[in-house]
């Protein structure tokens, strides 16, 4: 019972990691769009 318990919130905290994950990939790679943007206009 609790081994199930404790495998559960494992779960949960890998979900919410993985979403935290794709948040911040996503704030990565628009800030990396707006730099490239940047530079094609400078150049």
């Keep these: 019972m609790f081994i199930k318990m404790l495998f559960q ?9 993985i979403q935290i994950d794709s948040v911040v ?10 730099n490239l943007y940047k530079q094609s206009k400078e150049a």
């Design 9 to 17: 919130m494992k779960l949960i905290l890998l979900n919410q990691y």
């Design 25 to 34: 990939q996503r704030l990565d790679g628009s800030k990396y769009k707006g």
